[in-house]
């Protein structure tokens, strides 16, 4: 059996929404493998609708969905419709530029 370890999850915008809307929390505590996983298994295990999500950040870090995801991590998924300049501040723009390619 795999050793785990706990990531702390928060969603934001229109997928905090998506969540609150299905009864879910905005906010997550989740399993995951000691040899980690993607940004984008941990948004399909938490069943966040990826065409939405344009950056993940970890650790305080924008990354687009291939980013790996280690025990002890904290990864905060936003979706695409941030305002304007934060967008470009925070690195989402080239995150979510990435995935599209």
Known sequence: MEDTGNVSVRIFGLL??????RGLS???TFEV???GMSAEQLAR????PLEMI???FVNHTVYDLDHPVMPGDQ??????GTPGPHRFYLGLYKAGKQRSQ
């Open 16 to 21: 905090r929404a998506h969540r609150l809307e």
């Open 54 to 56: 344009e950056g993940v």
């Open 26 to 28: 905005a906010t997550a």
């Open 75 to 80: 990864v905060a998924f936003v979706p695409y």
């Open 45 to 48: 295990a938490l069943d966040l």
């Open 33 to 35: 493998p000691e040899t």
